[in-house]
C-alpha cells in the first residue's frame, strides 16, 4: 500500500509499507552498537567529552531562548571562577544555567523527582528578574 501525501516544504512525501532494508540497518545498528558499549574509555577523554557537552547544551539552551553569544563565548564564561563582578544579562543567564547543572550533577539519582526540579527553576532566573 502506498500513500502520497503532498507537503508544504518538502513536496510530496510516500508512505509505504515495503522496508525491507530496515531489518538489514536495525541488525547492523544493533551489532555496532554491542561492539562499542563494553569499550574502555580513558577518564581524561570521559572529562574532555562531558566538558564539551555541558559547554554545548548549555550553548544550546541559551540559544534557544535568544541568547546572542557563541559557543566560544559560553566556554570562557563558564571557565572563569565566579566573582564578585557585574555580568550582562546573557551571561548571567549562562552562569545560572551552569549552577543548575553542577547541582544537578551532584544529586543521587533518587533525588531528582519532578517536583524538586521546578523548585530550581528559580535557579535559572537569579538575578535575572
Given at each position: ?11 510530496q512525501?510516500v ?8 531489518d ?12 562499542v ?22 550553548f ?26 557585574k ?43
Amino acid at each position: 500500500m502506498l500513500k502520497k501525501i503532498l507537503t508544504f516544504k518538502s513536496g510530496q512525501f510516500v508512505f509505504s509499507r515495503k522496508f525491507s532494508d530496515v531489518d538489514n540497518f536495525l541488525i547492523e545498528a544493533q551489532v555496532l552498537y554491542s561492539t562499542v558499549v563494553d569499550l574502555p574509555i580513558l577518564p581524561e577523554l570521559a572529562a574532555r567529552i562531558e566538558k564539551e557537552v555541558i559547554i554545548r547544551s548549555i550553548f544550546g539552551t541559551a540559544a534557544i531562548e535568544g541568547s546572542p553569544l557563541t559557543e566560544e563565548k559560553v566556554a570562557e564564561i563558564i571557565s572563569k571562577p565566579e566573582g564578585k563582578e557585574k555580568f550582562k544579562r546573557a551571561e548571567k543567564e549562562i552562569r545560572n544555567l551552569k549552577s543548575v547543572y553542577d547541582f544537578i550533577a551532584g544529586l543521587k539519582v533518587s533525588e531528582k523527582p519532578f517536583k524538586f526540579l521546578l523548585s530550581e527553576y528559580r535557579r535559572l532566573f537569579l538575578g535575572l528578574l
